[in-house]
């Protein structure tokens, strides 16, 4: 649906104005401004009053096509409604913005172009933020803060035991239904293909601990895959520290060929890559544009997690159990998507084509 479906300007019909400004509130609320950048809801406001009041230049000069009936003190449901999603985001507390698959594909894009060595940070994050945007990682369930870099040094849970993913908390099953732990999938016969990985959470924010997941193998050419991307976790692990580790976080990489002692992926590794990929993909300037940049964080998996799976039509109760939330807390991170803009055109376009839907 566009301007120039309009048959005339000269006449426009006050229900198909209001239509066509919902929908260019949703598309400026996703970004798609002269600098293809986000802008403020009172500026998005502003866009639609002008265009409102370009359409009276062509018709009843009296008429605010914000409103369903000239007579209404308050704009419509249409608009308000686009507003208070926009509103929701832009207020939205210690608000992040999602990790997108873009940015992945343009993490892959550089290790296929750099082939960095298996060990590196690098690859490491490649790996792992493959797995966290299919699980809705919290940074304490596979990273450490920026403090707790050196081996040894890795956050203890009320038990005394590590936050984060350890070997112990991985195992795999193969197309035949045979199950392995972490350490015996690397050992398994030559063509085993496995078909299912199960993570334990030990330490939950929600309370939950100790819930396993499933997740299984993707079988699209070329698609991402979580299982895939824990077996080279693990052999990245066992290669560092050896089989028989089952305590120390998995989620670490060694510095440089020569380097005596391993790290742990921080909070400062990832939001260095995520800038990185962010300042390439959405042509944000690192400097210029630092605050933008700085939105994006190791939240931003759990953020782009859920937003996926919501424009994907995954209803709620569905988000809350695929992403281990016990209440609708996630919501704060949903945010305007062009699918969802999309979609919000297609029901549009199916109510324009009943005459006697209200």
Same mark, same amino acid.
């Given at each position: 649906?566009?301007?120039? #479906?309009?048959?005339?300007?000269?006449?426009?019909?006050?229900?198909?104005?209001?239509?066509?400004?919902?929908?260019?509130?949703?598309?400026?609320?996703?970004?798609?401004?002269?600098?293809?950048?986000?802008?403020?809801?009172?500026?998005?406001?502003?866009?639609?009053?002008?265009?409102?009041?370009?359409?009276?230049?062509?018709? $009843?000069?009296?008429?605010?096509?914000?409103?369903?009936?000239?007579?209404?003190?308050?704009?419509?449901?249409?608009?308000?409604?686009?507003?208070?999603?926009?509103?929701?985001?832009?207020?939205?507390?210690?608000?992040?913005?999602?990790?997108?698959?873009?940015?992945?594909?343009?993490?892959?894009?550089?290790?296929?172009?750099?082939?960095?060595?298996?060990?590196?940070?690098?690859?490491?994050?490649?790996?792992?933020?493959?797995?966290?945007?299919?699980?809705?990682?919290?940074?304490?369930?596979?990273?450490?803060?920026?403090?707790?870099?050196?081996?040894?040094?890795?956050?203890?849970?009320?038990?005394?035991?590590?936050?984060?993913?350890?070997? @112990? !908390?991985?195992?795999?099953?193969?197309?035949?239904?045979?199950?392995?732990?972490?350490?015996?999938?690397?050992?398994?016969?030559?063509?085993?293909?496995?078909?299912?990985?199960?993570?334990?959470?030990?330490?939950?924010? $929600?309370?939950?601990?100790?819930?396993?997941?499933?997740?299984?193998?993707?079988?699209?050419?070329?698609? #991402?895959?979580?299982?895939?991307?824990?077996?080279?976790?693990?052999?990245?692990?066992? @290669?560092?520290?050896?089989?028989?580790?089952?305590?120390?976080?998995?989620?670490?990489?060694?510095?440089?060929?020569?380097?005596?002692?391993?790290?742990?992926?921080?909070?400062? !590794?990832?939001?260095?890559?995520?800038?990185?990929?962010?300042?390439?993909?959405?042509?944000?300037?690192?400097?210029?544009?630092?605050?933008?940049?700085?939105?994006?964080?190791?939240?931003?998996?759990?953020?782009?997690?859920?937003?996926?799976?919501?424009?994907?039509?995954?209803?709620?109760?569905?988000?809350?159990?695929?992403?281990?939330?016990?209440?609708?807390?996630?919501?704060?991170?949903?945010?305007?998507?062009?699918?969802?803009?999309?979609?919000?055109?297609?029901?549009?376009?199916?109510?324009?084509?009943?005459?006697?839907?209200?």
């Amino acid at each position: 649906m566009k301007w120039e #479906m309009d048959s005339s300007l000269d006449n426009p019909e006050p229900r198909t104005v209001l239509l066509q400004l919902a929908m260019y509130a949703q598309h400026l609320g996703h970004g798609n401004t002269l600098f293809c950048r986000s802008i403020k809801v009172v500026t998005i406001k502003k866009y639609i009053q002008a265009a409102a009041t370009f359409h009276a230049l062509f018709g $009843n000069h009296s008429r605010d096509y914000r409103k369903t009936l000239e007579t209404d003190t308050q704009f419509a449901p249409e608009l308000t409604t686009v507003y208070a999603d926009l509103t929701r985001w832009e207020t939205a507390p210690k608000r992040r913005e999602p990790f997108t698959l873009l940015m992945l594909a343009e993490l892959r894009s550089r290790v296929k172009e750099t082939s960095p060595h298996p060990d590196s940070s690098m690859a490491a994050l490649d790996d792992w933020f493959v797995c966290g945007t299919y699980a809705g990682f919290r940074l304490s369930e596979w990273a450490q803060e920026a403090k707790n870099s050196r081996m040894g040094s890795f956050q203890l849970d009320l038990r005394n035991e590590a936050k984060a993913l350890c070997l @112990r !908390d991985v195992r795999f099953a193969s197309n035949t239904g045979a199950r392995f732990s972490a350490v015996d999938a690397l050992n398994a016969p030559s063509g085993t293909q496995f078909d299912k990985c199960w993570i334990i959470f030990r330490t939950q924010k $929600n309370g939950d601990n100790g819930e396993e997941k499933m997740f299984t193998r993707n079988t699209t050419a070329g698609g #991402m895959c979580f299982v895939t991307s824990m077996l080279s976790i693990v052999q990245r692990f066992v @290669r560092i520290r050896g089989a028989h580790d089952l305590l120390t976080p998995l989620a670490l990489y060694n510095g440089s060929a020569t380097c005596t002692e391993p790290s742990f992926i921080t909070s400062v !590794d990832i939001e260095a890559m995520m800038r990185s990929l962010a300042s390439k993909v959405y042509s944000l300037n690192p400097v210029k544009e630092k605050v933008a940049l700085s939105k994006w964080s190791a939240h931003s998996l759990r953020v782009g997690a859920c937003t996926i799976l919501h424009a994907m039509g995954f209803t709620e109760n569905q988000i809350k159990f695929i992403l281990r939330w016990r209440s609708s807390a996630f919501m704060v991170y949903l945010r305007s998507t062009r699918i969802l803009a999309d979609n919000h055109n297609r029901a549009f376009d199916d109510v324009m084509t009943m005459p006697n839907f209200v």
